[in-house]
């Protein structure tokens, strides 16, 4: 046995397997992709009895079988890094289901335990489970576990440890599917063993069983491998697909799944499940949707969650909001008396500090949003949102499972477009997939929420929580009646229908929740301190250069002068007259003002010359009509990159354009005393960024899904001028009716 063991946590969708990760690893873990593919690769380490264990969190999936990506992933990490054991995490509730994957793993001949995970479940409606006796029928160590609370997981460590001592001695089960198909795998496996097709990864039968099922990757590198033994295989599949056609009307998939059932049910009826009352009884969860999902009380819940979490956000977060701006003002004024003037100076203090500063100032309320997000997810009710938008889904040309990549995406706030993109790949139907690819990014993602919640604070604070929620729908209408646009025109076709699961709902631990809240959290700050970071000092490297022509650097200097000579004539005169008193008469504060004016004056000419105040200032002739001035315009196409950085560039445009270090009021503050900011104007804003293209991450997405940069031009497009003539529409409506005021 190595120094340190490897392990892999596999299992169905909901049956706790991140639960269990999160309490072996806690925070001795890290999240990347696996290579090639966008699914999420989560790792980490924990020690029992002295034994260090790397586990690897795989995706949830159903089968081993390559229908989707997360099957792929979960066999070619099981298959090519061969982990010393693989649990099994089985729901005890949904046993049935759970064990055909099982059924698969002990088909593969891996070094097994099953964790029989939600024992209180499955107790609380009745059901016991005789773990020893499954795990004598099954040949592998089965270990009840609540891993919630931590209920068993000594025990499981122990089978971890004892399985892995004697994995050497593992064989793969030898199942059987009748007499049709069991003819065709034993005169498929002397061919393969003779030619050793891909035995050097997997046992030869279950090569034999991919290949009746069709499976494209095992086929694939069969082919690659061997052509002419592929095709021979290939052609006795075919026979008897055509036999269970005429004799059955089935295929070999559908005889396959059905003798892993009867496996699994001849297995369970063998002492193993025992129900202590039957009937019809309605568990707990069942109860819980019959209100929650129902068709008109859950739409009125789902609104009151909602709202209460953006409430629960902006009231709870204020006070480490502002104690984290007061942090970086202060940061901002010892840098500005330490550092001598110059572009050093200006480009820690305007590049580095106010820009990042209104990023990372937001990071209390992404915390708390996330937090909530959390105790969402973790409940079980996320799942319930999907089934009932599923109505709606379907009327505005949608498959109900379009619903997770929308709240991936941002639904609820705070998620990110990226993964939502990718989320798509569930969906079968390719015109579906494609509309909802197009859509998501309309979502309120992470990246949005800083600056939505920077526009609420400065001109809505008083209603932060209903603005916010009023954004949230507004982003989903929005999404949806694209979406129905797009499939009544370039996207045409039938909807699909919809099945899904709802898991049980369970009280979301704390150790979860953290583990969840952080993980997002840094993704955001980590993010912030290095993509953001550096369009931040790019932007305000364009921001400050090529600076002003000398002759306007003269002609400022000479007005400089003029009032600095008149205020030391006027300084001496005050001092004769008031004898050495501290008077400073009005005339004396008019030309302090009139000095700051003339500051403020040649900062603003000098960011207007700038090669980013150039871009600013062409497309303020088009952008005036939304209420856009040259410097919101610098921030809006910084904003293309990725959107965190609107808010950066806004803090360096109004730090460049205020020279006054006594001036420490925060970004809010700034644009709530500009003058050319109103509400109207906020509301312009806030629409246009909502709508308008999606970051060039997320750009880069779309077009290696959709598998053209069409697609991806298409949306950049599409979105841009769909959020302009919203943002024209606002601004020409609100101004005609006196709202700007």
Request: hydrophobic share 45%; with cysteine; charged share 20%.
């Amino acid at each position: 046995m190595s120094s340190t063991i490897s392990i892999a946590l596999a299992g169905n969708p909901n049956a706790g397997k991140t639960t269990l990760f999160n309490r072996l690893t806690g925070a001795r873990q890290h999240v990347g992709n696996y290579p090639g593919v966008t699914v999420e690769k989560k790792e980490g380490f924990f020690t029992h009895d002295g034994q260090e264990i790397k586990v690897t969190d795989l995706p949830g999936t159903y089968s081993l079988t390559a229908y989707s990506v997360e099957e792929l992933v979960a066999r070619d990490f099981i298959v090519n890094e061969r982990p010393d054991v693989v649990v099994d995490i089985v729901d005890a509730s949904n046993l049935e289901r759970n064990l055909y994957l099982t059924c698969q793993f002990l088909e593969l001949g891996v070094p097994l335990v099953i964790a029989l995970n939600m024992v209180d479940v499955a107790e609380s409606r009745g059901i016991e489970i005789d773990a020893d006796r499954l795990s004598e029928l099954l040949g592998v160590q089965v270990v009840p576990i609540v891993a919630r609370s931590g209920k068993g997981i000594d025990e499981l460590f122990d089978a971890i440890l004892a399985t892995a001592g004697r994995a050497r001695s593992i064989h793969p089960v030898l199942l059987r599917y009748g007499s049709d198909l069991d003819q065709a795998i034993s005169e498929m496996l002397p061919l393969i063993e003779a030619d050793n097709l891909l035995t050097d990864l997997y046992p030869a039968r279950w090569v034999a069983i991919k290949f009746l099922e069709h499976d494209e990757q095992i086929i694939t590198r069969a082919k690659e491998k061997n052509p002419q033994l592929s095709e021979q295989l290939l052609k006795l599949c075919k026979f008897v697909t055509a036999h269970l056609q005429q004799t059955m009307e089935v295929y070999p998939e559908s005889v396959i799944a059905d003798h892993r059932y009867g496996y699994i049910k001849s297995v369970l009826h063998q002492g193993v499940v025992r129900e202590k009352f039957v009937g019809d009884r309605l568990y707990t969860s069942d109860k819980i949707d019959k209100i929650v999902t129902h068709r008109l009380l859950g739409p009125l819940i789902m609104a009151a969650i909602l709202y209460g979490l953006y409430t629960f956000t902006f009231n709870y977060s204020t006070v480490l909001v502002d104690l984290l701006a007061a942090v970086f003002t202060h940061a901002s004024i010892v840098v500005d008396s330490v550092l001598p003037d110059g572009p050093i100076k200006s480009m820690i203090v305007s590049g580095v500090i106010d820009g990042m500063g209104g990023v990372l100032g937001f990071v209390p309320i992404i915390m708390f949003m996330f937090f909530g997000i959390a105790v969402l997810e973790d409940s079980g009710y996320l799942a319930r949102v999907a089934f009932m938008m599923d109505r709606i889904f379907h009327f505005f040309g949608l498959h109900g499972s379009s619903v997770m990549p929308f709240i991936v995406s941002g639904g609820i706030a705070g998620g990110c477009a990226v993964p939502g993109v990718m989320a798509t790949r569930t969906l079968r139907s390719p015109k579906e997939r494609m509309a909802t690819l197009l859509t998501v990014p309309f979502m309120n993602c992470g990246a949005k929420l800083p600056v939505l919640t920077l526009l609420i604070g400065a001109f809505f604070s008083a209603h932060q929580a209903r603005y916010m929620f009023l954004a949230t729908v507004a982003a989903w209408l929005v999404a949806l009646i694209a979406a129905k646009f797009l499939r009544m025109t370039v996207l045409r076709g039938e909807s699909t229908p919809f099945v899904m699961e709802l898991p049980p709902y369970r009280f979301p631990t704390i150790r979860g929740l953290v583990i969840h809240t952080w993980e997002r959290t840094w993704q955001y700050i980590k993010k912030a301190g290095t993509v953001i970071l550096g369009i931040s000092i790019l932007l305000w490297a364009m921001m400050t250069y090529p600076g002003l022509p000398q002759k306007k650097v003269d002609a400022f200097s000479r007005q400089r002068m003029e009032i600095q000579t008149e205020m030391q004539a006027q300084q001496q005169e005050n001092a004769e007259r008031t004898k050495g008193k501290d008077i400073h008469p009005a005339s004396d504060l008019h030309l302090q003002a009139a000095l700051a004016e003339i500051n403020r004056q040649e900062a603003q000419a000098r960011l207007r010359n700038s090669f980013a105040g150039r871009i600013g200032t062409a497309l303020e002739s088009i952008s005036q009509y939304a209420g856009f001035d040259w410097r919101t315009n610098i921030a809006l196409v910084g904003g293309f990159a990725a959107k965190e950085v609107i808010i950066s560039t806004l803090g360096t445009a109004y730090s460049l354009g205020d020279v006054s270090a006594e001036d420490t009021a925060t970004l809010k503050d700034r644009l709530a005393g500009d003058p050319h900011w109103n509400p109207v104007v906020a509301l312009s804003v806030l629409a246009f960024i909502m709508f308008y293209a999606p970051c060039f991450v997320t750009i880069v997405c779309i077009a290696r899904e959709a598998g053209s940069w069409k697609w991806a031009f298409f949306s950049m497009s599409f979105n841009t001028i769909f959020a302009f003539i919203m943002a024209v529409a606002i601004y020409q409506i609100g101004m005609l009716l006196g709202l700007g005021g």
